[in-house]
């Protein structure tokens, strides 16, 4: 079955002292989510545990160009949206509580 809409993967970025700036590697998943359009994710971005979990990520794919909201209250229609580009693991750190919202370009 083909893809479409949007997925999402919460998990933690590795220790930050050891973080390369080019690419994240995704350490300890969290959880993940493909939520419909204009749909605000259940779950959340958890805080961090330690310093060897580093700081949370969202990483984003979706299978056409969509507008992106990542917040405690994320709106992708009027609030502060990024593009994230199809067919890409498109990453983003996200803080504790934060949530993902997405509608179509």
């Not at 998943?29 to 359009?37: C, G, K, M, R």
């Not at 958890?46 to 969509?66: H, K, M, W, Y």
Request: net charge negative; proline share 8%; with cysteine.
């Amino acid at each position: 079955m083909a893809f479409s809409g949007l997925h999402v993967v919460c998990a933690y970025a590795g220790a930050s002292f050891m973080r390369d700036r080019e690419q994240t590697v995704l350490g300890k998943v969290q959880w993940s989510e493909s939520p419909a359009t204009g749909v605000t994710t259940t779950n959340h971005a958890p805080p961090p545990l330690d310093e060897t979990t580093g700081q949370p990520v969202f990483r984003i794919r979706t299978s056409s160009d969509a507008w992106v909201s990542v917040g405690p209250e994320p709106n992708a229609t009027s609030g502060t949206r990024f593009l994230v580009p199809a067919n890409i693991d498109f990453d983003i750190y996200v803080e504790a509580g934060d949530k993902l919202q997405w509608i179509s370009t």
